[in-house]
């Protein structure tokens, strides 16, 4: 056995899981320190809170007397309030009837109810509100596109002659105006495939006029994790020449060429940085949300498309970056649950959930290409948590206020056998549904 080869691939594997423990850790942490703050806020005591299951790592007990530790198994973690006979809040009836009135308020079982939905929707929410917070932090640091016209950076292209500078104002593209950034892109659209195109832009305070690169060129401006580009090895910055031999001049020819192949492998001829190279992959079949709802199965292969340059960033203040990063939150929130509808519905693949490896996967995928896409995909990744918790299984949290809805009808909660049949299937079903994402993970391609 070559061990010398197996290394790149095990450092990889390493990797991956390190990226997979740790935006699972920081997720599973926020989710229970929800409960934990709430449930203490509200008056009920909590004994444990751990990250993880398993042996125990390290622990330490507190002024306030709850157990913190860390535990060998990091795939989740639990707080154990005081009167719960495990860590999904299972009553201890007889821990519970030994204890005084006063101890009772202390426990789960025995606040009041609105102290027991507040601290059971707490985890949820704190996933909701730390993905808000990650991605207002995102658009605070990077920025967003100002409207204007200007050419913040430029991206290095195969195009002989001259070419936009840092801080051009473009004034006009094949003498149509273009007075802020959202004509420019239209009118970028329209333009006929050609190589070059003739540019007015305002440089230093005079007027220029030249035959500069197509504004939409076959640039790949980001890589999606997991796609055939990623696993081929493409790059931002990359240039598409050709496929299978066809010349590609601009972006918007590519899906075309691509979707042609009907998941045949493709040759495709690659632009990185002045060298030239030829690279195989083959197209996948991806469900896409679609803007006006739904979705929409295409072969892709992983490639974003954008303009020949960076635009002007600027920074927006608080609140704007606060609105940009809610409706991101939104829509990821929608999406998911869309989708989920649409796999239950048959109208897309099953083979969209993903299970523990597929996560790791992606946590890796995402890692890879820097702080900032991983960070990305904690936020998404806790809104998807978070959503999860909801679901009425029992078991899980949604499962939970779905009790207490029923006691705030009723005026008394389900019997305690009720509960625990209920329970029981709850984590048959979410053991099944576990099994399910696994095998995804294991046989979908």
Not at 415 to 439: I, K, N
């Amino acid at each position: 056995m070559d061990l010398i080869g197996l290394v790149p691939s095990f450092g990889g594997l390493v990797w991956t899981v390190i990226a997979f423990i740790v935006a699972l850790s920081i997720i599973v942490a926020i989710h229970e320190y929800g409960h934990y703050i709430v449930g203490r806020w509200t008056g009920i005591h909590a004994e444990v809170f751990s990250l993880g299951f398993g042996p125990i790592l390290y622990s330490r007990v507190d002024s306030r007397g709850t157990r913190w530790q860390v535990a060998a198994l990091p795939f989740g973690g639990y707080v154990k309030f005081m009167g719960d006979s495990n860590a999904a809040s299972g009553k201890d009836g007889e821990a519970i009837s030994t204890l005084s009135e006063t101890e009772r308020r202390r426990t789960m079982h025995g606040a009041p109810l609105w102290a027991r939905s507040l601290t059971v929707a707490a985890g949820p929410v704190f996933n909701f509100i730390s993905a808000l917070l990650i991605l207002t932090g995102l658009v605070l640091w990077s920025g967003v596109f100002s409207d204007e016209t200007l050419v913040g950076e430029v991206t290095p292209l195969p195009f002989e002659g001259q070419q936009l500078q840092p801080g051009d104002r473009i004034l006009a593209i094949n003498g149509v105006d273009t007075p802020d950034l959202t004509s420019l892109v239209q009118v970028s659209g329209d333009l006929p495939n050609a190589p070059s195109v003739a540019y007015t832009v305002e440089r230093a305070g005079q007027e220029l006029s030249f035959d500069g690169p197509h504004p939409l060129p076959a640039l790949a401006s980001g890589v999606q994790p997991q796609s055939a580009a990623f696993d081929a090895g493409l790059l931002t910055g990359d240039v598409i020449l050709a496929v299978d031999g066809v010349p590609v001049t601009v972006f918007s020819e590519l899906p075309a060429l691509v979707a042609g192949a009907e998941g045949s492998a493709l040759n495709l001829t690659v632009w990185r940085a002045g060298d030239t190279f030829e690279t195989m992959l083959t197209p996948r079949q991806m469900d896409l949300p679609k803007r006006e709802g739904g979705f929409e199965t295409r072969w892709l292969i992983g490639l974003n498309g954008g303009l020949g340059f960076e635009p002007e960033i600027r920074h927006p203040g608080v609140f704007e970056a606060v609105g940009i990063a809610g409706e991101q939150t939104w829509r990821i929130a929608t999406t998911s649950l869309s989708g989920l509808w649409h796999m239950v519905a048959g109208k897309i693949s099953s083979c969209n959930l993903r299970g523990p490896i597929g996560i790791a996967e992606s946590s890796g995928a995402a890692a890879s290409q820097g702080v900032e896409t991983f960070i990305q995909f904690i936020a998404l990744l806790s809104v998807a948590v978070g959503l999860m918790n909801l679901f009425p299984i029992p078991v899980l949290d949604g499962g939970h206020l779905v009790f207490h809805a029923y006691e705030a009808v009723t005026g008394k909660p389900p019997s305690d056998r009720a509960l625990q049949v209920m329970m029981t299937v709850g984590l048959a079903l979410l053991l099944s549904l576990m099994v399910f994402a696994l095998t995804n993970d294991l046989f979908c391609p």
